[in-house]
């Protein structure tokens, strides 16, 4: 049975295809990786990936192999880049047979890639990421040049790209990613010494595509892009602005109002009390849908076209707001966040949670239905 419940999150394509075109444009002739994991940072990475293909994206890039999966049983034939390698044989098989390009971050992952490729007859393509700073996943830069090296002497492997990822292009000084960016340049430089192609070669994602030409002109090695999150108009920091079309809007209808008077307590732990005689208007919309419980006392909402604050404790399925006097009617609109006129912006929502807009987009939850709309 489909829920009646009126909480849905809306999607537009149309924004995403705006939203695409500005990173196409940034991208001046690079080829545009769209990073669509996480569920399209939980946007539904079908939908997305379609809208994208149809927009004339070149490649598409996901964490896990299920992801890459989930993308080929939809239809998407574009490449796909997994960013999170093979975890097992089973998986191996499975980006083979699909046609995924895993990347390999270590021995192990070129091992199996190349054991599994062997046993089909066939050449696997991988690529390769250089940790040049982020010190999270990838090979360390002094071993990078003998890592590739094997990995194409391995006739059941193809070197299709190698990149970095940066850890810290989204803030105001640009110098960590500049030292970044000239570690990785080392390494492809000794690559190419080698007499090897590194094939595709990107680097800078969202916030890196922002920062404009002083991390662009940085590495003009790079063939291709990677954004994210600017994909789905969010900003990744306050000063990396740009036209963007929100492509979420978050929205329910109140379920309950009532007359509240000064000094009772709200919710769980009588966490507020009434300052004043006011109504309080039940949302149902909790933490099982992506509110943050940081929340709790804390944001805003628009309700019946008003800004009003949220109070009381957030809890898994329903929240509330103080409306005031005026109040607010069973059934009256609620836009959480998202591109509905006066609606608060993601990144609003999320500094008031003292969290990332990545994270409020990916938590809400799977029993939220995405409304596709152009």
């Keep these: 049975m489909q829920s009646q419940r009126p909480t849905v999150a809306t999607i537009r394509r149309a924004a995403i295809r705006e939203n695409f075109e500005q990173a196409r444009a940034l991208a001046a002739g690079r080829e545009v990786i769209a990073v669509v994991k996480a569920d399209a940072y939980g946007h539904g990475a079908i939908a997305v990936a379609r809208t994208l293909a149809a927009a004339g994206c070149d490649r598409l890039a996901v964490v896990t192999v299920a992801e890459g999966v989930e993308l080929r049983d939809a239809g998407i034939d574009l490449p796909i880049l997994v960013l999170g390698g093979v975890e097992g044989d089973a998986e191996a098989d499975e980006s083979i047979e699909r046609d995924l390009v895993p990347v390999v971050h270590h021995d192990g992952h070129a091992e199996r890639m190349a054991a599994r490729a062997s046993v089909r007859g066939r050449r696997a393509r991988v690529q390769v990421e250089i940790d040049s700073g982020m010190r999270r996943m990838g090979v360390p830069p002094d071993a990078a040049p003998a890592f590739v090296e094997k990995l194409v002497a391995d006739s059941a492997l193809t070197l299709e790209g190698t990149y970095s990822h940066l850890a810290r292009a989204d803030e105001t000084d640009l110098a960590p ?3 970044q960016i000239a570690h990785f ?5 000794e ?8 094939g595709l070669v990107h680097l800078v994602n969202s916030a890196g595509l922002l920062a404009g030409d002083a991390l662009a002109k940085a590495l003009p090695e790079a063939t291709a892009v990677r954004p994210g999150l600017m994909l789905y108009g969010v900003q990744p920091a306050p000063h990396l602005a740009f036209p963007r079309s929100p492509v979420m809007t ?5 379920t309950h109002v009532r007359r509240v008077r000064a000094g009772e307590a709200v919710g769980y732990a009588g966490l507020y009390r009434a300052l004043r005689d006011t109504q309080i208007a039940t949302l149902p919309v909790g933490y099982a849908d992506g ?4 929340l709790s006392n804390n944001g805003h909402v628009r309700v019946a076209g008003r800004t009003v604050p949220l109070v009381g ?11 005031g006097e005026t109040g607010a009617r069973i059934g009256d609109e609620v836009i959480v966040f998202g591109d509905a006129e006066g609606a608060l912006p993601v990144e609003e929502m999320a500094a008031a949670a003292g969290t990332l807009a990545y994270e409020l987009l990916v938590r809400v ?10």
Excluded: H
């Design 191 to 198: 690559i190419r010494r080698r007499g090897i192609d590194p």
């Design 250 to 254: 978050l929205r329910s209808r109140v």
């Design 185 to 189: 340049r080392r390494v492809l430089a």
């Design 313 to 323: 404790r957030v809890s898994m399925d329903f929240v509330t707001a103080d409306v």
């Design 291 to 294: 509110i943050p419980i940081a």
């Design 365 to 374: 939850g799977p029993r939220v239905p995405r409304t596709l709309v152009e």
């Design 177 to 179: 990613s500049l030292e």
